[in-house]
């Protein structure tokens, strides 16, 4: 059966890019292997200028005003220039949903693609064929899937693991709480009612020498004093926490199909250090459809990677520092000195 535009994977880059296309009067078949609503290892903070796009879709994350940066004494805050935002994807992927369906788009959940056969040439057709055997055809291929499956990409070993919770009674007053330690950083921002979201990466040989997750997890916490006071103050409302390896970050390899359109996280791996991951998913949704619509692949793929590129280079300089205390403190003190310097770093890593 054809399609106009089908998009496989639909978290928060693919219903982006779903909402674009219906803004831009075309109605998109969205795949999604999994349903609604889903707990996803992620920081789940939003970026500020992702937050006019969400308003646009009705959609309010609780404000974040600024982040405060520790690695053992030594701190430095950030007030944001213009407010973030932070939601947990059992609130904001729903919602993206709802909003798509509302304007007509086709979602279809608990649907596995079994392969995908790229066109060839202008005039031809991608074929999807899904693990019921069904066969779709497009013209206009959007992927979005955050693991590349392995008929599109080599397994790698990850070096990371994400590792996440949510916990209620924990005041943070709309402030993103980052902390660095040695092989490892962790987030923690309030999100929706009244709940806060943990979020950490870590080298894998750091998790693996430590015994386990929870004796990594709690080694960490005990080393920060106001980390370990601030969790003490409120109850973890996961019995166990949520892991995710990370292979690398960097720019997939991703082929090079006509009228395709690779976004997200299959597109570019970012490390969580400079919170942008979910904008940039949001921002590639939308950038995808808009030259899909002029069927400008080649454009697309290259204007991604121009504007894409030193954010990549300052949210891996970000990601080394937080992994270092003792460069992480340097840094803290130079940002101290002189907070002209958190500023720009801050513009560095937005889309």
Same mark, same amino acid.
């Given at each position: 059966?054809?399609?106009?535009?089908?998009?496989?994977? $639909?978290?928060?880059? $693919?219903?982006?890019?779903?909402?674009?296309?219906?803004?831009?009067?075309?109605?998109?078949?969205?795949?999604?292997?999994?349903?609604?609503?889903t707990q996803k290892v992620c920081g789940e903070f939003i970026s500020p200028e992702s937050l006019p796009f969400l308003k646009q879709w009705? @959609?309010?994350?609780?404000?974040?005003?600024?982040?405060?940066?520790?690695?053992?004494?030594?701190e430095f805050s950030l007030t944001f220039p213009t407010p973030a935002g932070s939601l947990s994807h059992l609130i904001l992927d729903p919602s993206?949903?709802?909003?798509?369906?509302?304007?007509?788009?086709?979602?279809?959940?608990?649907?596995?693609?079994?392969?995908?056969?790229?066109?060839?040439?202008?005039?031809?057709?991608?074929?999807?064929?899904?693990?019921?055997?069904?066969?779709?055809?497009?013209?206009?291929?959007? @992927?979005?899937?955050?693991? *590349?499956?392995?008929?599109?990409?080599? *397994?790698?070993?990850?070096?990371f693991l994400g590792i996440k919770a949510h916990f209620k009674g924990i005041e943070l007053a709309n402030t993103l709480e980052m902390f660095g330690f040695q092989g490892a950083y962790l987030g923690l921002s309030p999100i929706e009612e009244g709940k806060s979201n943990l979020a950490c990466l870590a080298s894998i040989e750091k998790v693996k020498s430590a015994g386990?997750?929870?004796?990594?997890?709690?080694? @960490? @916490?005990?080393?920060?004093?106001? *980390?370990?006071?601030?969790?003490?103050? $409120?109850?973890?409302?996961?019995?166990?926490?949520?892991?995710?390896?990370?292979?690398?970050?960097?720019?997939?390899?991703?082929?090079?199909?006509q009228d395709s359109y690779f976004i997200g996280d299959a597109a570019l791996a970012i490390p969580p250090a400079c919170g942008d991951g979910l904008s940039l998913g949001i921002t590639s949704g939308i950038m995808a459809a808009r030259y899909a619509s002029n069927q400008d692949f080649v454009g697309f793929k290259r204007d991604y990677k121009a504007q894409s590129s030193s954010i990549l280079r300052a949210a891996k300089g970000l990601h080394t520092l937080l992994m270092n205390p003792k460069l992480c403190r340097m840094a803290i003190q130079g940002c101290t000195l002189s907070p002209s310097i958190g500023?720009?770093?801050?513009?560095?890593?937005r889309s």
């Open positions: 059966m054809d399609q106009e535009v089908i998009i496989i994977g $639909g978290g928060v880059a $693919g219903l982006s890019a779903a909402l674009e296309f219906l803004r831009l009067g075309k109605v998109p078949t969205l795949l999604e292997a999994g349903s609604y609503p009705d @959609i309010n994350p609780h404000p974040i005003l600024k982040s405060r940066f520790q690695s053992g004494k030594k993206l949903v709802q909003h798509s369906l509302s304007l007509g788009a086709d979602i279809r959940t608990q649907v596995k693609v079994e392969a995908i056969y790229p066109k060839q040439q202008q005039g031809h057709k991608h074929l999807i064929k899904l693990s019921t055997g069904e066969m779709l055809s497009t013209s206009t291929l959007v @992927i979005a899937i955050g693991r *590349l499956p392995g008929f599109l990409a080599p *397994l790698i070993e990850p070096q386990s997750v929870d004796q990594f997890m709690e080694k @960490i @916490i005990q080393e920060n004093p106001h *980390l370990n006071e601030l969790l003490a103050s $409120g109850e973890r409302l996961f019995d166990n926490w949520m892991t995710a390896s990370v292979p690398y970050f960097g720019f997939k390899n991703t082929p090079d199909w500023k720009l770093l801050f513009r560095m890593t």
